[in-house]
């Protein structure tokens, strides 16, 4: 009955490490569209100017 525990401790954990490893993907894609928002309105800030 030990090892269901164990296991089911290991299944919890590999799904709490997917969820953090998703929101960071996304965290980081949210940041690179931001930045690459701000680049195309640098640019469209230069030629204009």
């Known amino acids: 009955m030990a090892d269901l525990i164990y296991l ?3 299944y919890g954990f ?3 490490l997917s969820f953090v490893f998703i929101f960071s993907i996304f965290s980081r894609q949210r940041r690179l569209d931001e930045e690459l928002t701000m680049l195309k309105q640098l640019l469209d800030d230069r030629q204009q100017g």
């Open 14 to 16: 590999f799904w709490l």
């Open 8 to 10: 089911m401790m290991a």
